[in-house]
């Protein structure tokens, strides 16, 4: 089954017919809020609002591990996940979405692992890709059949958050090479992949990044809520048309 984790813009989706709402406890902690269980063009799918669905819970305070953990337990097993993010590339202005599909994570004391010191043997996974590229094929291909305007590919820098950048630090990002950036975006793909769910992202650039373009005097909220709803407009679109065709036995992961 799809599972959808929404960020900033996005809480709740408009045709979702909701058939139930249930509460999860993990062994690591709580989720953002309670899955919400529902129908999307007849598939069954379920919901997810990274931040609480009141949008109170600040980047570096989600409980990554239990959402993931959370989802798998109800029978998920591929994710895409909805980014804000700030666009780095001119390539990616304020109204584009991009479907990432590398990562640089500046993230600090975040946990990054479902592994318990001392329980099992140490493993290092590879995350040279760091998401299933099944899905991000779907979400193309969705992207395409709704006539949609996706990006294929692109760097996505997670950064600490919940304060936006300085210039110096976006001018650092675009030389390690990043093109977006944003601040959920790690642990969560890579606790995905230990637990071995397809995980895909679409980026949804809500600002130019600090300094650069309509930003270069400074980011303002309400920048970032202006064209916030017609961007989320297009993602409930493409998100329709993607439960329609993301078949399970195309995913690899
Ligand atoms: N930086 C970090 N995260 C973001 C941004 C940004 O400019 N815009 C939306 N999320």
Same mark, same amino acid.
């Given at each position: 089954?799809?599972?959808?984790?929404?960020?900033?813009?996005?809480?709740?989706?408009?045709? *979702?017919?909701?058939?139930?709402?249930?509460?999860?406890?993990?062994?690591?902690?709580? &989720?953002?809020?309670?899955? #919400?269980?529902?129908? *999307?063009?007849?598939?069954?799918?379920?919901?997810?609002?990274?931040?609480?669905?009141?949008?109170?819970?600040?980047?570096?305070?989600?409980?990554?591990?239990?959402?993931?953990?959370?989802?798998?337990?109800?029978?998920?097993?591929?994710?895409?996940?909805?980014?804000?993010?700030?666009?780095?590339? &001119?390539?990616?202005?304020?109204?584009?979405?991009?479907?990432? @599909?590398?990562?640089?994570?500046?993230?600090?004391?975040?946990?990054?692992?479902?592994? %318990?010191?001392?329980?099992?043997?140490?493993?290092?996974?590879?995350?040279?890709?760091?998401?299933?590229? /099944?899905?991000?094929?779907?979400?193309?291909?969705?992207?395409? *059949?709704?006539?949609?305007?996706?990006?294929?590919?692109?760097?996505? /820098?997670?950064?600490?958050?919940?304060?936006?950048? #300085?210039?110096?630090?976006?001018?650092?990002?675009?030389?390690?090479?990043?093109?977006?950036?944003?601040?959920?975006?790690?642990?969560?793909?890579?606790?995905?992949?230990? %637990?071995? *769910?397809?995980?895909?992202?679409?980026?949804?650039?809500?600002?130019?990044?600090?300094?650069?373009? /309509?930003?270069?005097?400074?980011?303002?909220? #309400?920048?970032?809520?202006?064209?916030?709803? @017609?961007?989320?407009?297009?993602?409930?679109?493409?998100?329709?048309?993607?439960?329609?065709?993301?078949?399970?036995?195309?995913?690899?992961?």
């Amino acid at each position: 089954m799809l599972g959808i984790i929404g960020g900033t813009g996005l809480t709740k989706l408009a045709n *979702l017919e909701i058939t139930h709402r249930q509460v999860a406890r993990t062994p690591y902690g709580e &989720p953002s809020g309670a899955l #919400t269980f529902g129908r *999307l063009c007849g598939e069954e799918i379920i919901f997810l609002a990274r931040h609480g669905y009141g949008h109170t819970i600040p980047p570096h305070e989600v409980n990554y591990r239990a959402n993931l953990w959370a989802l798998k337990e109800h029978a998920v097993d591929r994710i895409v996940s909805i980014a804000t993010v700030g666009g780095i590339n &001119p390539a990616l202005p304020a109204g584009s979405m991009v479907v990432p @599909d590398q990562i640089i994570d500046y993230t600090w004391g975040r946990i990054g692992t479902f592994a %318990i010191s001392g329980e099992k043997q140490v493993t290092h996974l590879d995350f040279t890709e760091p998401y299933c590229e /099944a899905m991000r094929r779907d979400i193309l291909r969705a992207a395409s *059949l709704k006539n949609l305007a996706v990006r294929d590919g692109g760097v996505y /820098a997670v950064s600490q958050g919940p304060r936006l950048e #300085t210039a110096a630090e976006i001018n650092r990002m675009e030389r390690d090479g990043a093109d977006m950036v944003g601040m959920t975006g790690m642990p969560e793909a890579y606790l995905a992949r230990e %637990i071995e *769910l397809c995980y895909a992202a679409i980026g949804v650039v809500v600002n130019d990044a600090a300094g650069r373009g /309509a930003s270069k005097n400074g980011i303002h909220e #309400t920048d970032i809520q202006r064209g916030l709803e @017609d961007l989320m407009g297009r993602v409930r679109v493409l998100l329709e048309e993607l439960v329609v065709l993301a078949h399970p036995e195309s995913c690899p992961k």
